[in-house]
């Protein structure tokens, strides 16, 4: 019997599912359980008070989700962490220095030259989580700081860490999560990469837009991924991690095309998928990404950075910003507030004079179990308004193109230069 903690619950214990399954309320009610029940490959979490939702999973404390972390000293080379991250399929270590905590990451390791050097010279400290911290910090600061683990830290020493990996499976627990399409989850527009391109250029972009999944065309077409694990594992004589060499130099393989390198057999689904099944194929292959595909084009990429975004708290601004007439749906609200907040935070950041930032939400038309929405988003700067609007029947699709921070930053930056003279004096009133 398997056993796990969270705050509305002590303990889980988790039993099969059958169409007629024992009455374990008074159990429940008694020793304050919670029931994980399986069916279909899903686990839906029942607690005395109903079933496991959202809102609590984010309540829930790290400690109940943690895993074995990889710690390694600060003095050893690239190398040897090379072939621990390799014999681990690992993408971080954690390196503990002192009272802080730092990692180096597949990522990172793209950046070396020698790897004869000391991790200290490329790891980055990182966040330190504490046994009650809860999931939607973690989840918050993983997607900040763009990592895969956090460090969960108990009197100074690292005792333990919470993963992406470990959040989404708790994500598939929550019943409610099994009606999302994996197109409402997707980035949008990933970065591609021509076949005929080099290595050495693939590696560069993944270092400058903070990425590790690349999808691979041919004349447009997908025909492959390169991921940096890929790159990282091509740099450097697989013999000489497997002996644990030191090797000055990366190999010559950066020249080499990514066709070479890359990985013909692509993971794909359709944007009409369910979330929760892609997202638990991903988990079961042990994989970290899938490319939604559609009719010969690409419409997304999925990896677990997407997933985690649900458990995520909220942007926090220094102005107003606020959403009104978000669905009831509590995954579509939650990636439209999302996505709303951070793109307020980025054109916070790329426009000072942005007083406050409000988008209204409301529903056109109603087809079956689908809505149509309009949003509108108002932003007030330098004592004007600028309005934007938009519709579609998906919320946060709607979100990634209104709240679309080029976009705006383009109008904004032309709308803001402008003299009051000639801005349009029959803008909408808002109320």
Known sequence: MNLYKTNTAPFIFSCPYTERPFNFRLLMCKLDLSIIIIKDGFQFILTSHGWFDLKSLKASRVDGFKSKPIIVSSTSSISEVMGILKNNNAYEVFIQ???????????????????????SSLMF?????SPDDTIGKAAKLMNDYRLRALPIVSEGTIESAVTTRSLCRALLSIRSFRSIKIGKTMTRKPITLDKKESVSKARNIMLKNGIDHLPVLDSGMLCGIITSNHIVLSMFPREGLERGAFVSKPSSHLDIKVSGLMDSNVLVCDPKERAAAVLKKMIEHEKTYYIVHHWREIQGIVTYRDFVFFLAEPEKLDIPAYIIGLPDDPFEAQLA?????????ALRKSFPKIEEIRSIIKTKDVSGSRCRYEVNVLIRAAGERYIYSQEGWELPSIFDLITDKDLITDKMMRLLTKKRKKWRRNVRKFP
């Open 97 to 119: 220095d002192e009272d802080k905590v730092g990692i180096i990451t597949i990522r990172e390791i793209l950046k070396a030259s020698d790897i004869s050097m000391k991790v």
């Open 125 to 129: 400290y990182v966040p330190k989580l």
């Open 337 to 345: 507030r999302i996505k709303f907040m951070r793109n307020a935070k």
